[in-house]
């Protein structure tokens, strides 16, 4: 078992940078991915960007450029840089892992964190 306990977030104007960890109770080295997801009000939860072991990315067309998903195994933690935020980047959002897969789905994760909030204004 393994807990992802989440911080960061918060208000911030359009333009704005915001940075959300994701600190592991097991070593971050130990999963095969790790990812991020956020649900927009209204709307279904959808895939951030994702990293596994090799350290190679995969980002939503929404956020390249603009997002960077980044690990460091020594501190066992789990980064989202959001620059150039938008409006339309308002959500809850959710880290997750998974020891043996990279799952399309937030769902399929073996551990989620507890969501934080992120709030874009125009």
């Known amino acids: 078992q393994a807990q992802l306990v989440q911080s960061g977030g918060g208000s911030v104007q359009a333009g704005g940078s915001l940075r959300l960890s994701c600190a592991s109770s097991?070593?971050?080295?130990?999963?095969?991915?790790m990812a991020w997801f956020r649900q927009a009000p209204g709307k279904e939860r959808e895939g951030v960007a994702t990293?596994?072991?090799?350290?190679?990315?995969t980002y939503a067309p929404s956020v390249r450029d603009r997002f960077a998903i980044s690990k460091d195994n020594a501190k066992n933690t789990l980064y989202l840089q959001m620059n150039a935020l938008k409006p339309e980047d308002t959500g809850l959002y959710y880290c997750?892992?998974?020891?043996?897969?990279?799952?399309?789905?937030?769902?399929?994760?073996?551990?989620r964190g507890q969501g934080t909030q992120v709030t874009v204004s125009a």
């Open positions: 997750a892992a998974h020891p043996r897969d990279c799952p399309v789905h937030d769902g399929d994760f073996d551990y």
């Open positions: 990293i596994d072991l090799r350290g190679i990315t």
């Open positions: 097991r070593p971050t080295y130990s999963y095969y991915c």
